[in-house]
């Protein structure tokens, strides 16, 4: 498939992607839509044909040879459907049969987002040349994938590396998707910036109360912001750490908007990382920012194409 | 290599069991020797080599044509090292190469006891006919194995799967491991019975104060018994739906002298487990009690040579 390009569509609540990529990962032709993400599953579905009706007015449609998808989850990638949790219209939506049909049936393969980034960040990004590896988002939410022996390990549904929902606090707060004590509850943006004001940090005068600025204020000293940021990166040393113990992964590597405050977050993680993980095998664990950019869930989808590493919805 | 043996060694803290192990998992010749854990290293191998020479001496000896050994952890299978912590002579022992030399030169793969077991019952046990399982053993310590997408997969070391060292309390009591609120500092046995003592049950006539006198008591209805069962299913649960978040797996075997407590553990550990398997596509997860019984480490050591699927001391 050298010369050959994958078409990749990544789909989010906000906005829906779309690539024209090549066997090097550069993205050769892109269209864009807003995600229609309140209106009915028809609604949302239009905006998709419509970045792939986009991509194949390109002369280079005709060298595409499959389509990659990651959507926000959860995916059923056996199933070939999609209920992302931003998107309402959509539960159990047949995006793979959808999109076949909208592309002159090319085969598709779907994968999770978080499963996609760590596609981009272990072919060309931060977990290059590891073959065990978590890449995890932390932003809104937190999500994830694994390389497992070298290879992209998405699960029979496209949903592995799921690390936001698994609980690090057994008897903790609830969490929205009825655990408790989950990562996301403890380390997602908008929790960190919870906790600061809880504990009385305050914005400032543009009013700013996003994890963006308690991390500003972390920088800068404010005891009660860089208290809500160790919190966060105490949940996240644990989290690793069992993923470690687990499967023997030797880095974790930290995308979305946490994940580029920078020492903020991974001062404290690397040293709480080491109180966490204890055994003889994981004590080479390391933990590193996420390399790819916005781009990731693009590069990642036509990955999981090429290295032919993706769950059963290959269809 | 259907007609052919496997010589598969079992070694544990307390014993070194041996046995030329046929295709089908039948075990033909057995040997055993007890385990000289507080002597020196060349001790406590000279009770491997007694237990190889044993077999060696049967006719049927001629056929094996590969030794699968499980080790009680932590292993290093790329170094072929093991380190029992039950075996204070080993350290960095380099088994792998004094098995092979004892052995006539035969390869040697080296795996982790957890691993070993699980290797067994995803072959004929609990396990048999699932593609991604996590099989546990839960007595004096907590150890485990993976199945994923249909192999054994123990990782570059050959101990992925240690679920008893996953923190599920994050700011929990400190475990000997040096991390904080391990599954194993919260379920093992010995936890069990202490937590049991410490909240004012008490033995019996007979003094036994072990977990198997504790689930004897839970049954008949004490309720410290039944407490310190259920706090003990609670960080199994969490643990497990943990496990399958990360790694979709969709069973979960129980094995080791806990596992056969039965209903006492069983029944709130599936209740409870509801509560932390909350995603979509962790919610077929299972939970069994394991069923090979005490001969599942050799008969897994055997199978992780004859499955090809241990790690890099195949030597």
Request: hydrophobic residues 45%.
């Amino acid at each position: 498939m050298q010369t050959d390009l994958v078409a990749a569509l990544d789909i989010g609540g906000t906005k829906i992607a779309g690539g024209l990529v090549d066997g090097r990962g550069t993205i050769l032709v892109r269209a864009q839509r807003p995600t229609p993400a309140q209106e009915d599953g028809d609604t949302v579905m239009r905006a998709v044909e419509e970045v792939i009706g986009e991509l194949a007015a390109s002369p280079l449609w005709g060298r595409a040879r499959a389509i990659g998808i990651g959507s926000a989850g959860p995916v059923d990638a056996s199933a070939g459907t999609v209920s992302p949790v931003n998107v309402p219209g959509w539960r159990g939506f047949p995006l793979v049969e959808r999109v076949r049909a909208a592309a002159g049936d090319l085969p598709v393969t779907l994968i999770g987002d978080g499963v996609a980034i760590t596609a981009a960040e272990h072919w060309q990004g931060a977990a290059r040349g590891h073959d065990n590896a978590l890449c995890m988002v932390v932003s809104t939410g937190v999500g994830g994938g694994l390389v497992l022996d070298g290879r992209l390990r998405p699960g029979p549904t496209g949903n592995a590396g799921h690390i936001g929902h698994i609980s690090v606090d057994l008897d903790g707060d609830p969490c929205p998707c009825g655990s408790r004590g989950c990562v996301e509850r403890l380390a997602s943006g908008p929790n960190i910036a919870r906790r600061a004001l809880e504990n009385g940090w305050r914005p400032g005068p543009d009013g700013d109360d996003s994890a963006v600025a308690v991390a500003a204020a972390a920088r800068a000293g404010d005891p009660v912001a860089v208290a809500s940021f160790e919190r966060a990166a105490q949940a996240l040393a644990a989290a690793i750490a069992s993923a470690a113990s687990l499967m023997e992964i030797d880095i974790a590597v930290i995308g979305g908007g946490v994940g580029t405050a920078g020492e903020v977050l991974f001062g404290p993680l690397r040293k709480i990382l080491d109180e966490y993980a204890t055994l003889s095998f994981v004590r080479r664990l390391t933990v590193v920012p996420a390399r790819m950019g916005t781009d990731a869930g693009l590069v990642g989808a036509a990955a999981a194409v090429l290295a032919g590493g993706a769950a059963a919805a290959g269809v």
